[in-house]
T-cell receptor
Framework: KAGVTQTPRYLIKTRGQQVTLSCSPI?????VSWYQQTPGQGLQFLFE???????NKGNFPGRFSGRQFSNSRSEMNVSTLELGDSALYLCASSLSAGATDTQYFGPGTRLTVL | GQQLNQSPQSMFIQEGEDVSMNCTSSSIFNTWLWYKQEPGEGPVLLIALYKAGELTSNGRLTAQFGITRKDSFLNISASIPSDVGIYFC??????????????FGKGTHLIIQP
């Protein structure tokens, strides 16, 4: 079974631009969560989607948004990019939402904001 | 929000030695997970723990879910060069626990000297 895939793997943008990242979950998984990883803050939860609905949201500004499609694929968008948005963005999928299902991570998208 | 204290921050050990790392929390978790991350990749799940007191092994890895539900440890026996990487603990709070998504520790960077 294929794992979680994320595209693109690397991205360079400039301040003020916006960016869209894509995540395809493991086949059969319906929940997708997004995380931001930086050297200073570590791994931080962004949001979780299940059945095309956002279930949970972390403590990030409204510039960070996401959506999930009927095939469970998910996208996250960051508008008006700031230098501090440079990070590895990780997507994780699980069978369903909630505390009991284990999340499996993709390789991430490395975003650099210049 | 919830905080996970993971220690040690880094370990320099000789090949063949045993390794021990742990995570503690100020509040309880329903699930404890241990991940390993290598450069340029997303975290890979090593062990998942779902019940207080549970002790689970995966090859040379052993992890335990603390009785108080506020801590967990990971042991690696007879370390080998491919064990190098960053190990993260992660906890999933109970429903309504006030935190969203997985909460991650800052990681333990394992370096093995031949």
């Amino acid at each position: 079974k294929a794992g979680v895939t994320q595209t693109p793997r690397y991205l360079i943008k400039t301040r003020g631009q916006q960016v869209t990242l894509s995540c395809s979950p493991i086949s059969g998984h319906r929940s997708v969560s997004w995380y931001q990883q930086t050297p200073g803050q570590g791994l931080q939860f962004l949001f979780e989607y299940f059945s095309e609905t956002q279930r949970n949201k972390g403590n990030f500004p409204g510039r960070f948004s996401g959506r999930q499609f009927s095939n469970s694929r998910s996208e996250m968008n960051v508008s008006t990019l700031e230098l501090g948005d440079s990070a590895l963005y990780l997507c994780a999928s699980s069978l369903s939402a909630g505390a009991t299902d284990t999340q499996y991570f993709g390789p991430g998208t490395r975003l650099t904001v210049l | 929000g919830q905080q996970l204290n993971q220690s040690p921050q880094s370990m320099f050990i000789q090949e063949g030695e045993d390794v021990s790392m742990n995570c503690t929390s100020s509040s309880i978790f329903n699930t404890w997970l241990w991940y390993k991350q290598e450069p340029g990749e997303g975290p890979v799940l090593l062990i998942a723990l779902y019940k207080a007191g549970e002790l689970t092994s995966n090859g040379r890895l052993t992890a335990q879910f603390g009785i108080t539900r506020k801590d967990s440890f990971l042991n690696i026996s007879a370390s080998i060069p491919s064990d190098v990487g960053i190990y993260f603990c992660a906890g999933q709070p109970p429903p309504g626990g006030g935190a969203d998504g997985l909460t991650f520790g800052k990681g333990t960077h394992l370096i093995i000297q031949p």
